[in-house]
């Protein structure tokens, strides 16, 4: 069975012929397959893991937004933070910042039932 390349393989292009040629598909029939098992087109499910996966970067890691953009395959920042808006609703910083502030409210609570 086909799998999903891991987000670092899709920091370049999608070599969409070789993963045509591995599953012995058609262009077309591929572009079918994805859009009929995600309803989004190959590019907007690629989006979709690079934007899944920075969402976890930006919860987990102390890493900058331009970093992550750069490390989940976009090359501009400013078209990663137009995907991710369109995706989640705010800005990567917004959800960065709305991330730290709930695990920080919960550690204060952790800490407030522990006096």
Not at 28 to 41: E, P, Q, S
Not at 81 to 88: A, G, V
Not at 99 to 105: E, F, G, K, P, R
């Amino acid at each position: 069975m086909w799998e999903m390349p891991r987000v670092r393989q899709l920091t370049g292009r999608m070599e969409l012929k070789r993963h045509c040629r591995e599953m012995a598909m058609s262009r077309v029939n591929f572009y079918k397959k994805i859009l009929a098992l995600t309803d989004k087109t190959p590019s907007e499910f690629i989006h979709f893991i690079r934007l899944k996966r920075a969402a976890e970067l930006l919860d987990k890691s102390q890493m900058y937004v331009n970093e992550i953009a750069f490390l989940v395959g976009f090359n501009e920042t400013k078209y990663f933070r137009k995907y991710f808006k369109e995706e989640f609703g705010v800005t990567p910083n917004e959800y960065k910042r709305t991330i730290t502030q709930l695990t920080a409210d919960a550690s204060f609570k952790v800490y407030k039932k522990k006096k």
